[in-house]
Structures are given as C-alpha cells and as structure tokens.
C-alpha cells in the first residue's frame, strides 16, 4: 500500500496522468532509443578539430542545437526557441537510413538522388513510428512553412563551415578541393539559399556569408 501510495505521489508530481503511464507505446519507446543510436553511428564528410575523426549526425544535431538557439537570442529574438531546437534536434533523422550526402558542389542528378532516398527514408520513419512527434516535426521542418524551420535550414548550412575552420580544412584536402572551388561552392550556395528558404532570413545569411569568408584562410 505505501509503494502504490508513493508511486502516485511520484506521478502527481511529474504532471502525468496515472493512466498514461500504462498507454505509453514502450515498445516504440524502446524502438526511438534504438534509431538515436543509430543516428550517433552516421558519418558525415567532416571532421573534429584532430582533421581525422569523421564528425556524425549527433554531434552535428547537438552543434545546430547550441549554435542556432545562441544565434536566435541575439539576433532573431521574435523566433521560437524551443520550436527552434526542436527542429534542430530531428532534421537529420532520415539519415538514419538514406545516410549522409556530400552537397559541397553536388550537381543536380546527385541533389535530386538525395531528395529521394531522403523523402523514402522519411516515408520509413513514418510507418514505423505513425502518429508519434518524430515524424510529425521532421514533416513539419521540410515544408519550411514556420520561419522557425527556414532559420534552422540555413543554420545548418553554416555548420559545415564551423568544422571545416575548426579542423583547417581538413575536409576540403581529403575531397581534392582548392580554394578557388571552395569559393565557387560557397557563391553557388548562398545564391541558392537567396533566391529560397534564406530569403527572409536576414541575419542568418549574414552569419554564412561570415563563415564563408573565413574559408579562404583555411582553404
């Protein structure tokens, strides 16, 4: 009786109903901790500060999170941050299964490739967690209808520049780049940006264009 009594104070404090406890999906539950596990063993093209260690998914994820809430409270405090780290949080998870694309220079048969292994791996994630938030946000951040999500996207798009400045371009010599290409790479990619989801999305722009600039140094 003391453990049932102590056990009910336990929710009332949590703010969960006692009910709900027992309707949680476990098995999905478990499942989400098993595909953020998976997420953390997905390798992108750059690389820690040693120019060695590949960089993964999750410490890109947890670099947007930091980086792009720290941005929004200084120079876009009408944006949500908590929606804001929401979607930093879930935008690579079709990765998980479509794997990381190299956009540094990417043509266009190779963009539309990686938007249909993305939009299959999308499509995954919601058949096999239908109806629960992670699909629902990672939906809600490709339409890129919330200002909140086209912040987060050009964000992530400076995330690669603060790697390759913090390991000297290490990532640029293991791809054959010199700093003429690089610069052609980051031209194309902020006219790119301008022209669509960076359009009204002043201050970030700056912050690219920025780090963009500072390549030259490392390149």
Known sequence: ?????????????????????????????IELGRLCLQLGRVTRATYHED???????????????VVACTVAELVAPHLDRGLIVQF?????????????????????????????????????????????????????YESMVDPEARFVRVLDKCMPAITHLLNSGATFRALGLDIAAVQR?????????????????????KLLAALHSMLGLVS
């Open 1 to 29: 009786m003391a453990m049932a009594m102590a056990s009910e104070r336990a929710v009332a404090t949590s703010g969960m109903p006692a009910a709900s406890a027992g309707a949680l999906p476990l098995p999905k539950i």
């Open 51 to 65: 120019g060695h260690r590949p960089e993964t998914d999750t410490d890109h994820s947890l670099m947007l999170s």
């Open 88 to 140: 930093c949080v879930v935008h690579d998870f079709p990765e998980v299964h479509a794997g990381d694309t190299v956009t540094l220079g990417i043509d266009r048969a190779a963009a539309a490739s990686k938007a249909e292994r993305e939009e299959a791996a999308v499509q995954k994630l919601e058949a096999d967690f239908a109806g629960l938030w992670l699909p629902r946000l990672i939906r809600r």
């Open 185 to 205: 790479a980051c031209a194309e990619q902020q006219s790119k940006l301008e022209a669509s989801y960076g359009a009204d999305q002043a201050e970030a722009m």
